[in-house]
């Protein structure tokens, strides 16, 4: 009788948490990841510079992986054309409905740029090809592997939009471009979380990621609270350099006036080759960037189930 009574406790207990937001953490493939990381940053796709054939190569392997993960397209198909500075661009946009009748009203979307700079001016020993590993081939794939789990476990009661933006390193125009379209559609938006090289590890910090923008909404200790780690911390170097800024949740928040935040682990005081032919996949962590995504992953799955939305500017 004692046993039964201590199973049901424990019984309670988990349900308990999970009742206050709290999921336990997921499990992720570091050698799944560094495939796509692999592809994603290969010579043959020569940088992934936008209008070029690089960038269609890598558009194509995200529409396969897309199809693949039964994630549907948003628009017509996958591809959300606009101009880039006389270059034809497309975003990639997948959707995955919520299951909840109400809730599948609002969306949240995570996102990640999928373009990089191409052939770089700085040619070290006959390389010349920016591959954009870390920056930001990391991000992409993260946004495929939280497609691919939350489109196998059907957890999501939000809805939630996977979109890669093109154009990123034009001065962000692919994500304002989607931003504005949305806004115009009239999309209701719950949050946004964008990631941005998450590829190495910082080694003297006691969280695993920063968010940019940490004080102007309550993101960072919701996450905190939803995976019960410290998993997202403030970066004094993204605070310095207004990082905010500096990546596609800008445009999100600009358009909505919502939280919408980048997640990175690489303040660029952690990775010497930003912009460089050596952000190659061989210079990442995947044991790392696995940690990572599982902890990002029940965080993400928390945000789109959570009664009311709980993630708030301040």
Known sequence: MKHIVLLFSVFMLFNCEKAKGQVQQATVSSEEIKNMVTYLSADSLHGRNTGTAGIENAAVYIETMFKQFNVSPYFESYRDHFEAKGKAAFNMVGFLEGNDPKLKNEVVI????YDHIGVSKKIVATDSIANGANDNASGVSTVLAVAKYLSEHKTNKRSVMFALFSAEEMGLLGSEHLANKLKSQNINLYTMVNIEMVGVPFKDRDYTAFITGYNLSNMAERINHYTNTNFIGFSEVAQKYNLFRQSDNYAFYQAFK??????SSCDLSNYDYYHHVDDE?????????ANLISKLIPAIEAISNTPTQEIKLL
């Open 281 to 289: 996949a061989d210079k990442l962590d995947y044991s790392h960037m």
């Open 258 to 263: 919502l939280p919408c935040h980048t997640i």
């Open 110 to 113: 995570v996102g990640a740029h």
